[in-house]
């Protein structure tokens, strides 16, 4: 018979406070890849920008926010690490900082009237926002990760569960966003982030009112952090900043596969929303992979599982770089995921070994300096991250420039944006003069001649088109769309917009303005397919291609050089470090008590 071992109340309060820490990051998680995965998709796909506008705020957005960031991520680690709340140490700043970033996150995505140099200045200011807020939510719940236990196996657990949730909130906004918003990509955004910040608002609040933090060892109780205290921890702290190095590399790496992967699904396959299954398959994979990361590190150690995990991926990406350029390897959406899972499990398997090495320099500090300073040390992890953010806005805003795919993708945000207008218009006397005035402007488009910026000009000054932020550049996309009537049971075929001039429509009825669906004959129908997919060419394609997969493996294999060549926490070095640690605790209050 097997003796049943007891469990302790520490052990008991770990596994809970380990399973409310852990699921709360769904939710945090579904917020970041909002704004980490597609702020520029929603700028790309639904504003009318110039590429000097584009370029503007995605340099405003990078190197702005990073300069924001080079005071605030540091100045909010010294503020949480010297805090003396009654209500903790670290709950305080994740809850102000989830309502905060809930409510400028609903803010960024419902604002929707400005447009050109207006929007760029407002989306600076909002996102400039979300950093600050999103920063004071960030740094409390990673320093909080590392204050749970200093168990080895109580670690792992813990890191385990909180990057498998994150990796669920992931895989739920990457699937749900990508499913919902081609098409329709304004107004699905608006719902997207009332729904994506309630939800990270909610979650935060549960953990936050239910967790319980651990009691702060005596030397913190009365400490305060001075910003020149910060500073030497994390410069005489050379283990958390070789970590950073690699961290910054990992992250640019990973990051632009799904900066650019739209672009690439868009030009490869087209625009719908099929991309969901290739987003399911990475979360299923990423999902599993952490899942199982314990044991594979296990057998295998963390260095070596490292190693092996970057050549996975890099055969993923090697795979996808292939594809599409013979017959033996089509570009379609079975052959992407299958070389997408090598990509997937092999950056999950090193994600999860990486943020371990990360929240180990806790102790390492601790062994160091007699200094534990979650705070201070967890404050590289989100600068390092947004950091990286801001090389891959970087990297992407070059290649989709210089490409020349932003310009071709200007044909689908005109879609998108006018399909918005259309969609919200009270009467149908106002989409009647909405349609005789495309119409009229379209028709104009037949002489070769035709000065677009004078098509332009004149469609600003066009009561009924006046405020629709539409270009003469990419007014012939605009006739591609189909205008749909809406009947008891759906919507009906009326016709293409290019050819509504002078066609009678019933002045009781509502009209919809439709990218793709089927037209009267049955035949299925994609102008943003017709304006992007079909008119994209062959440096169009290499630039993309290479960004995502030549680019990435890069990255990855420096993030891996960095890790071998300079971390020394291995298994062993960290048993050694808690050994050390606790013989000093013992030494110090063997001393206090022969004292008293």
């Not at 292939?322 to 899972?341: A, C, D, E, H, K």
């Not at 001039?501 to 397919?529: C, E, H, P, R, T």
Request: include cysteine.
């Amino acid at each position: 018979m097997t003796k049943a071992v007891a469990v302790s109340a520490e052990d008991r309060q770990f596994n809970r406070n380990k399973w409310l820490f852990g699921v709360s990051g769904i939710g945090r998680d579904m917020s970041y890849q909002l704004i980490a995965s597609f702020l520029l998709t929603y700028i790309q796909f639904g504003m009318t920008l110039s590429i000097v506008q584009f370029t503007t705020i995605s340099l405003l957005i990078g190197v702005g926010g990073r300069i924001w960031d080079a005071v605030n991520d540091p100045m909010m680690g010294a503020i949480i690490e010297g805090s003396h709340m009654k209500f903790g140490k670290f709950r305080p700043w994740i809850l102000m900082g989830a309502v905060l970033t809930g409510a400028i996150i609903i803010a960024m995505f419902n604002v929707q009237s400005l447009s050109g140099w207006s929007f760029v200045v407002f989306m600076a200011v909002m996102y400039l926002l979300w950093e600050s807020a999103f920063t004071m939510n960030d740094i409390g719940y990673w320093s909080m990760l590392a204050s749970l236990s200093s168990k080895k196996e109580q670690r792992n657990s813990a890191t385990m569960l909180t990057v498998v949730f994150a990796g669920v909130g992931a895989f739920i906004a990457q699937g749900g966003i990508s499913f919902l918003y081609p098409g329709n990509v304004r107004q699905a955004f608006r719902w997207i982030s009332i729904a994506v910040a309630l939800i990270f608002v909610a979650m935060q609040t549960i953990m936050v009112l239910f967790i319980r933090e651990r009691p702060r060892a005596s030397m913190e109780k009365n400490e305060k952090v001075s910003l020149k205290q910060m500073w030497d921890t994390i410069r005489k702290n050379d283990q958390v900043l070789w970590m950073t190095l690699s961290m910054l590399f990992y992250n640019v790496g990973s990051s632009l596969l799904v900066g650019l992967a739209y672009n690439l699904y868009y030009l490869e396959i087209g625009y719908d929303g099929n991309a969901i299954v290739f987003i399911a398959i990475f979360g299923i994979f990423n999902i599993a992979a952490q899942a199982f990361y314990p044991k594979l590190a296990q057998k295998l150690g963390r260095k070596k599982l490292q190693t092996w995990s970057i050549l996975v991926a890099c055969f993923g990406y090697l795979g996808i770089a292939l594809l599409g350029w013979t017959n033996i390897l089509p570009f379609n959406l079975i052959t992407l995921s299958i070389f997408g899972v090598f990509v997937f499990v092999g950056q999950a398997l090193f994600y999860m070994a990486s943020i371990i090495n990360m929240t180990n320099c806790v102790e390492y500090n601790e062994y160091k300096r007699g200094e534990r300073n979650e705070a201070v040390v967890s404050t590289l992890r989100p600068f390092m991250a947004k950091f990286a953010d801001a090389l891959k806005y970087g990297i992407v805003t070059l290649v989709l420039t210089v490409s020349m795919v932003y310009g071709l993708s200007q044909n689908i945000s005109t879609l998108e944006v006018q399909k918005g207008h259309f969609d919200r218009m009270e009467t149908t006397a106002e989409q009647v003069q909405y349609i005789d005035a495309v119409t009229e402007y379209l028709v104009m488009l037949d002489d070769p001649n035709v000065d677009l910026d004078e098509i332009t000009e004149l469609m600003q000054n066009n009561d009924a088109l006046k405020g629709k932020q539409i270009d003469g550049k990419y007014l012939a996309a605009l006739g591609d769309v189909a205008i749909m009537k809406q009947t008891a049971e759906g919507t009906e075929f009326v016709g293409y917009l290019k050819d509504m001039s002078g066609v009678a429509l019933d002045a009781d009825s509502k009209y919809v303005m439709a990218i793709s669906g089927k037209d009267g004959s049955g035949n299925d129908f994609n102008a943003a397919n017709d304006n992007f997919k079909a008119e994209g060419d062959l440096s169009m394609r290499l630039w993309i291609r290479m960004s995502v997969t030549v680019a990435p493996m890069i990255f990855l294999l420096l993030s891996l050089l960095v890790q071998n060549k300079k971390f020394i926490i291995d298994e062993d070095y960290y048993d050694m470090m808690l050994s050390e640690i606790e013989k000093r605790k013992q030494s110090d209050e063997a001393q206090t008590a022969s004292a008293e």
